[in-house]
Every structure is written in C-alpha cells, then in structure tokens.
C-alpha cells in the first residue's frame, strides 16, 4: 500500500520555484507543508497541508518549530537563504533533526563543499567532469597571477550571492585589481539596507557591521549556450533529471524566461557523478556551458529545487515523480509536460510580458487559479521579474559572456 509522504518546504525569498515545486508535490501524491513569511506566494498554492510561520528575527527558532510540528520524511529547501539557515542547524541540532536534514540533502561536509564556489569545482574535477579553469582568489596581485595565465574574458564571482547577482565579467586582464577590490570589499551600508528591505536577507548588513570581506574566485570564460539541469537524489543516487538549454535570460547572469528541454546525456552523467561525488540527497541544479558538439562544461551548483525541477519530461527525467516514488514505496508516473526541443516560456514571467510567447509553449500551475492571481497581482515585485534593463537578453548574445551562470537560477 502506498504511503504519502509528508514534506516540509522551507522557503525565505519570494520566488516561484518554490511554489510551483508545492502545487505539483501536491497534485503528485504527496503532502505538504511550508514554512514561510506571511507574505510568502506559496500560500497561494492550493492543497497544502499545513503552514508555518517564517520568522524574520528568529529564521532558526521558526525552522526547529515547524519540523517539530509538522514531523516531515523530507525537508525541502525552496532557496538560497532557507538552504543556509538548515544548513546552520545541522552542526548542533538535536540528533533526529540532524538526521532528518542528513537524509534531506547530504552530509554535512557535502553542503560546506556546496557553499563554495572553489570547492565545488574541486569536487566536480575529481568527480571527472569537464570544469573552466578557476579558483579561489584572495589579493589582487592573486589575480593578476591568475589571468596572466589563463587570460581574459573572465568572470569573479563571490561566494553566497545567487539569482545572478554577485558576478562580474572581466573583458581584459588590466580591469582585474579594481573589478577584485570592489567585490572583496566589505558591502556599502546602502547596498546592505537595499538588501534587508527588499529581500529580508541580512548577509551584507552583518558582513558591513563586522567589516568582514567577500570570498572571489575566477572562472574562466567558456563559449556556448548555457543550459542547466535539475536532479532528485537520494543517497547520492539520481532518480530523476531534468535538462534545458536556456533560450533567454531576464538579464545577463540573470533569471531565465525561455527554455528548451532537452535530453543531454553529458548534463546527466554531470548530475550523477555529483550526486555521487558529494553523497547528495534532495534536489539540486546544475548550470553549464553546452557546446555544439554536446560537451558541457559545468559552472557551479545550487543546492535547492531551480524552477524546472517540477518539469515532467517522461521516465528518468521527473525529478518530482522519483521524489514522490521514492518515500511513498509506489511508482509515481505524470503526464509529459512539455515535448523535447519546445520552447517554453516559465512562469511567473510570461504574465508579465517580459517575453515574447507567441507560438512557445507556457508553464502555467494547473489548478492553481489563486496562485497565478498572487504573482499577477504584485507585478514584478515577485519571482524574480524585475528587469535589470529595458528587454530581455538571448542567452547566445554575447558568447564571451556565457560562462557566468546565465540559468533557471531562480
């Protein structure tokens, strides 16, 4: 007899992955509860079990009582915040919510290698893969070394940034010390204001206060399409991948609008040595640069759910239905979503008109009338709309700039 497994879905920022990840959870057999600010679009979603409140002052307290109340067989991360808050818990947490977290994404060590951008591209040479030269850099005369070297265009990246922020492209070698001295620099406050009152996160206020400086490393820049991946792991087994090329982006380094599934043996076997690598479990994205040839060239990690990973693509590429599959003990199947080589245009983006849709297919959440209102209703002030510049990019222009993590990040 099938069980439905109980998942608790912690998300901070107010993107719509998270949301989508729950409607579709929902829909495949699965209950769910959120721990969220009241504000939060997830409670939006139609189906869900329980909510629980996401304090702004009190993220870790607010985390530990939701866990206890809701009891859940998996924790689920819906960003980079909520990821860095459970990430705290595990190192004193009480031995069954350490074990819980263990089983939810990995061992420990495992979500340390995740938090570094240099760390990780170590782990995925030694895991075989084909990764840009790159590493930590810690002066700028490090750097100066470094791109002597390799060269230039190149990209700076600080460690614990997402949704494209934080990186920097290098187009010549002599912008280097300068580009480096402003990213390793302790945050401006007025960056750190915008940052709490915009997001709630308080990374760059607490690094203004104790003056503490970025992690930066350099990568090397990689020409071709960007594309990204989204796997369910479990024990550092994939069950399930998704793979796109992504088609256009909000922004350069910035969230995706149009993507095009695609079924890339080199994007999978990436997840699966990764996943092995690292002893993962959960969900987790990959971001590459794919060549014509079919290589990929793999950029960094996101240790949470990307907005494809409710992609239903057929057998072996539903992360979802392999996550539901797995605790429940019955084989899950959904309809396929969405056919391979189709351009579909992601939600919540497509209700605002920053893409054109005209002949792409539509990620729209069936079933989810409120949840659909809840994003149309606040413009682009949710799920990562916001425009950086008056149009949106494609993701093949410029090919110099490819290698930054232009992906679903978001």
């Known amino acids: 007899m099938a069980i439905r497994p109980k998942l ?3 998300t901070w920022l107010h993107w719509a992955s998270s949301a989508r990840l729950a409607a579709e959870l929902t829909a495949a057999g699965a209950d769910v509860a959120v721990v969220c600010p009241a504000s939060h679009p997830i409670r939006s979603v139609t189906g869900l079990l329980e909510q629980h409140r996401y304090g702004i002052l009190t993220p870790r307290r607010s985390l530990m009582r939701a866990i206890d109340r809701s009891m859940p067989d998996l924790v689920i991360a819906g960003d980079d915040i909520a990821l860095r808050h459970l990430r705290s818990l595990s190192s004193d947490a009480r031995p069954e919510i350490a074990a819980l977290l263990e089983r939810s994404f990995g061992p420990p060590e495992s979500l340390d290698i995740v938090a570094s951008r240099s760390r990780f591209s170590a782990a995925a040479r030694a895991a075989g893969l084909d990764v840009p030269e790159g590493g930590e850099v810690t002066s700028g005369a490090d750097l100066e070394a470094w791109l002597r070297r390799f060269g230039a265009p190149a990209y700076l990246k ?20 300068e580009a480096f001295a402003a990213m390793h620099r302790p945050p401006r406050l007025l960056d750190a204001a915008l940052q709490a009152v915009t997001s709630r996160v308080f990374s760059k206020a607490f690094a203004w206060l104790g003056r503490t400086r970025s992690v930066v ?18 024990r550092g087994e994939v069950l399930g991948v998704v793979s796109v090329a992504v088609t256009r982006t909000l922004h350069p380094n910035g969230v995706a609008t149009l993507v095009r599934p695609v079924d890339s043996p080199a994007m999978h076997d990436a997840a699966v040595r990764i996943a092995r690598e690292l002893k993962l479990s959960g969900f987790f994205g990959l971001d590459f ?4 040839s079919g290589r990929a060239w793999v950029l960094e990690l996101n240790g949470r759910p990307t907005p494809i990973c ?10 979802v239905a392999a996550l539901v599959s797995r605790l429940s003990g019955a084989q899950t199947e959904r309809r396929v979503a969405f056919p391979t080589d189709a351009t579909v245009a992601l939600f919540p983006h497509y209700l605002h008109r920053l893409d054109s849709v005209a002949g792409d297919l539509v990620d729209r959440p069936d079933g989810q009338p409120a949840l659909v ?3 149309a209703r606040h413009g682009t002030a949710w799920g990562g709309c916001k425009q950086a510049s008056t149009r949106t990019v494609m993701a093949r222009e410029p090919p110099e700039r490819s290698s930054g993590g232009l992906s679903p990040a978001r």
């Not at 490393?217 to 479990?234: D, E, I, K, L, T």
């Not at 409710?310 to 992360?319: I, K, N, Q, T, Y």
């Open 158 to 177: 600080i460690d614990g940034s997402f949704g494209g922020e934080g990186v920097t492209l290098l187009r010549d070698a002599a912008d280097g010390p």
């Open 8 to 10: 608790l879905i912690a």
């Open 310 to 319: 409710h992609f239903a693509l057929g057998a072996g590429r539903d992360p």
């Open 217 to 234: 490393s350099v990568q090397a820049s990689v020409v071709g399409q960007p594309g990204n991946c989204c796997a369910f792991a479990w």
């Open 289 to 292: 640069i794919l060549e014509p």
């Open 373 to 375: 209102r809840a994003f």
